[in-house]
């Protein structure tokens, strides 16, 4: 499987930005599939998962009310809406494809693609 994901850019706190990530090569909807983000300087860190269906979002604590991760399955395509962006939300934003059930460990994740970058500015 392969991932394209785009849709990062700069812009300023309180703002808004969707990245989108493109997947080809599989059977995308027998994926689970997620959002990972890494700042400068710091790790690698879970931002939001969705089940196969689409019916089961999970969110890390930081952005729970302010992201939405959404699927449209017939065009391989997963989404990020950030909302009400904060400084500290700065990172290379990448998607995953996750054959198995665990959605927070970054290691269980298959494909990756390449990160796009986010900056809010303060």
């Known amino acids: 499987v392969q991932l394209q994901a785009s849709g990062g850019g700069l812009v300023q706190a309180g703002g808004s930005l969707r990245l989108s990530c493109s997947a080809s090569?599989?059977?995308?909807?027998?994926?689970?599939v997620a959002w990972f983000r890494q700042a400068p300087g710091k790790e690698r860190e879970f931002v939001a998962a969705?089940?196969?269906?689409?019916?089961?979002?999970s969110y890390s604590a930081s952005v729970k009310g302010r992201f939405t991760i959404s699927r449209n399955n017939a065009k391989n395509t997963v989404y990020l809406q950030m909302n009400s962006l904060k400084p500290e939300d700065t990172a290379v934003y990448y998607c995953?494809?996750?054959?198995?059930?665990?959605?927070?460990?970054?290691?269980?994740?298959?494909?990756w693609g390449q990160g796009t970058l986010v900056t809010v500015s303060s």
């Open positions: 995953a494809v996750n054959r198995g059930s665990d959605y927070y460990t970054a290691e269980k994740y298959n494909y």
């Open positions: 090569g599989g059977t995308f909807r027998n994926y689970a």
């Open positions: 969705l089940s196969r269906s689409g019916s089961y979002p």
